[in-house]
């Protein structure tokens, strides 16, 4: 998938509030073993490297173009490498994932996957987008059944993913199936306030759009996103634009 850092940090200080939720669920000790999975350009890594006494930290990120921006922040105890959450080797103290795990299919399984990862006493820490009920996710998916219906047949339809992420009910539910405690989960919306519909279209070419874009043929894509953002300008003709974004966060230790 074709990911372009400059694109996705447009909206850096947007993007940081969640990942701060995050790292204020972590139950910190030194000497820990983490894994950050699904770690772009590796700005956040660097940050829960740095709150993580005497410990080593590994962020994969299975995209070339967001790795090349990590090698900044490498230093002793923090490492990075080409990879997927989908499959990887050892055990750790802390599995951490910030916006990154609603790229993978069925969460039933990989959740319980990612849980054999821990060691004892380990912690997984989650956050991820839960918006696709919103305008800016449902107006893609619509040009995509319609007016785009020939680029994106039913086996390949990058809209399929909007039912991976499960219910945050569901997520706690499968956490204490597997014996986790100190359970954490919720569902919390991020108030972002956007100067115009155009801006929407902006931070949805830095994630949601990247699948679109890349299944379209080239000469396709700026008409598709031509007519996205004209239906987003009719749902959303005022300036400024409120843009509530909803995120699930979910944390649980191994006995």
């Known amino acids: ?12 200080a947007e993007r940081s509030a969640p990942v701060n939720d995050l790292f204020s669920l972590i139950q910190i000790r030194p000497g820990m073993r983490a894994i950050d999975l699904g770690c772009g350009t590796g700005e956040h890594t660097r940050c829960l490297a740095d709150i993580l006494p ?33 499959d990887f080797d050892g055990k750790y103290d802390l599995i951490f994932s910030n916006a990154a ?16 990862h821990l060691n004892p006493g380990g912690q997984l820490a989650v956050q991820m987008p839960r918006n696709q009920d919103h305008p800016s996710h449902q107006i893609a998916q619509k040009l995509a059944q319609t007016e785009f219906a020939e680029f994106f047949p039913h086996k390949k339809k990058p809209t399929e993913r909007f039912n991976w992420i499960l219910t945050i ?8 199936s597997l014996d986790g405690i100190d359970i954490v989960a ?32 080239k000469e396709q894509q700026d008409s598709f996103l031509k007519r996205y953002s004209e239906l ?4 959303f003709p005022s300036s400024p634009v409120f843009y509530g974004f909803k995120r699930i966060l979910f944390s649980a230790k191994k006995l």
């Open 232 to 235: 987003l300008h009719v749902k």
């Open 101 to 116: 795990l609603q790229w993978s299919g069925n969460h039933e399984q990989l959740i319980p996957s990612l849980w054999e």
């Open 186 to 217: 919720f569902l919390k919306v991020y108030p972002h306030i956007l100067e115009n519909s155009d801006a929407i279209v902006e931070w949805t070419k830095g994630t949601l759009l990247v699948p679109f874009m890349e299944q379209l043929p």
């Open 54 to 86: 005497e410990s080593e930290v590994l962020g994969i990120d299975s995209s070339p173009q967001m790795l090349s921006k990590s090698k900044q922040f490498e230093r002793k105890g923090l490492s990075f490498s080409l990879g997927s959450f989908e």
């Open 1 to 12: 998938m074709p990911w372009n850092p400059e694109q996705y940090d447009k909206f850096k």
């Open 169 to 176: 009910e569901r997520y706690a539910e499968i956490l204490f």
